[in-house]
């Protein structure tokens, strides 16, 4: 699993990611309104972002820094947004005395200079959402499962460890060992009740999320369907972790 660790782009770097989302109600019909809860899950999307990449597992982010992830709202059809993340390249320090020009590219040759896309940051950026969908499939699964049915085990593969869902000897869901030490952290369990906000809306039925739309239309589509466990999590409710 890659670090999430990222420092701030350097002059002419930059990285991109998107993410499909799609609201359905109890009646399958699109869930329309754009309101509150809407805005809450959109403003969690980003800070969760700028949480993986900035304070990475463990850490805490530095209050004195910008967070470096912007994330934009673009409407698609009714019910579906695509929000789309950014690194953008960090402004140059105006360097002084003679070393100017070594320094910096002509102002000129700056403002024609497109930004290129930083393989480090990019990876980063995109396995940080999806580390963000996985949380949300561990929430639906954890909220989905009767108390005391579910439990979990811990293994290797390719020296890669791993933890295992379970519901009796059915495997829900296997996710890497870091991202199950994330989903203890209480600042990351609010960010994932924040991404789920609109399910306090009782009408909410379930919420689709689709990696990289822009890539192509076969992308993987993870679907979190409404419980009442579900809405109790959002709500404030404590999640309840098995332990290993």
């Known amino acids: 699993m890659p670090s999430f660790n990222v420092p701030a782009p350097p002059p002419g770097a930059r990285a991109f990611d998107s993410v499909l989302v799609e609201y359905r109600t109890v009646h399958r019909h699109p869930r329309i309104v754009f309101d509150d809860l809407a805005r809450e899950a959109f403003e969690a999307a980003e800070q969760i972002t700028n949480v993986l990449l900035v304070a990475g597992a463990g850490e805490v982010a530095p209050a004195n820094e910008p967070a470096p992830v912007v994330c934009t709202l673009n409407p ?56 963000t ?83 192509s239309n076969l992308q993987a589509a993870y679907v979190i369907t409404a419980s009442q466990k579900l809405r109790d999590f959002v709500e404030g409710a404590a999640l309840c972790l098995p332990t290993l």
């Not at 989903?183 to 689709?208: H, S, V």
Request: hydrophobic content about 40%; glycine content about 8%.
């Open 76 to 131: 698609t059809v009714p019910g579906s947004y695509v929000l789309r993340y950014e690194i953008r390249e960090s402004p140059q320090p105006e360097p002084t005395g003679r070393t100017r020009s070594f320094l910096r590219p002509q102002a000129r040759a700056a403002r024609d200079a497109t930004p290129e896309i930083d393989a480090a940051l990019q990876e980063a950026l995109i396995s940080g959402n999806r580390v």
């Open 133 to 215: 969908v996985v949380l949300l499939l561990c929430i639906g699964v954890l909220t989905g499962i009767d108390d005391g049915g579910l439990s979990v085990t811990a293994g290797t593969s390719d020296d890669d460890p791993f933890v295992e869902l379970l519901d009796g000897i059915r495997v829900l869901q296997r996710v890497h060992r870091s991202t199950w030490v994330l989903l203890q952290r209480e600042d990351i369990q609010d960010c994932l009740r924040g991404l789920l906000a609109p399910f306090k809306d009782d009408q909410l039925y379930t919420m689709t999320l689709v990696e990289n739309p822009h890539f």
